[in-house]
């Protein structure tokens, strides 16, 4: 099982940019999904959740700017990043809670994808 993420850059702010993420590999079932970011020297803090019952929960500093969507049967999370900060400059990292074909356990695994640079230039 692993997570692709995709879609940083380099963007000037006020602009907008566009992050996806998609499991794959031997996976039973998908549950919660979301985006943490990590700026140098800084722990690395939650941006956005999707639950897999459709609730969505966001940090306050991103709250009206950016939009987390959640597709099961795709098995994708995207974050639409609007109205960018330079203070939004992160390495972003997808995660998901995964329950592997391989685990017999009943909870889920965490995963986490490669990490994503965002540079916001003011």
């Known amino acids: 099982v692993q997570l692709q993420a995709s879609g940083g850059g380099l963007v000037q702010a006020g602009g907008s940019l566009r992050l996806s993420c998609v499991a794959s590999g031997k996976i039973f079932s998908l549950g919660d999904m979301g985006w943490f970011r990590q700026a140098p020297g800084q722990q690395r803090e939650l941006v956005a959740w999707?639950?897999?019952?459709?609730?969505?929960k966001y940090a306050d500093s991103v709250k009206g700017r950016f939009t987390i969507s959640r597709d099961g049967a795709k098995k994708t999370v995207s974050l639409q990043m609007n109205s960018l900060k330079p203070e939004d400059t992160a390495v972003y990292y997808c995660?998901?809670?995964?329950?592997?074909?391989?685990?017999?356990?009943?909870?889920?695994?965490?995963?986490w994808g490669q990490g994503t640079q965002v540079t916001v230039s003011s």
């Open positions: 999707a639950t897999s019952g459709g609730k969505t």
């Open positions: 995660n998901a809670e995964i329950w592997p074909q391989t685990s017999s356990s009943s909870l889920p695994s965490d995963f």
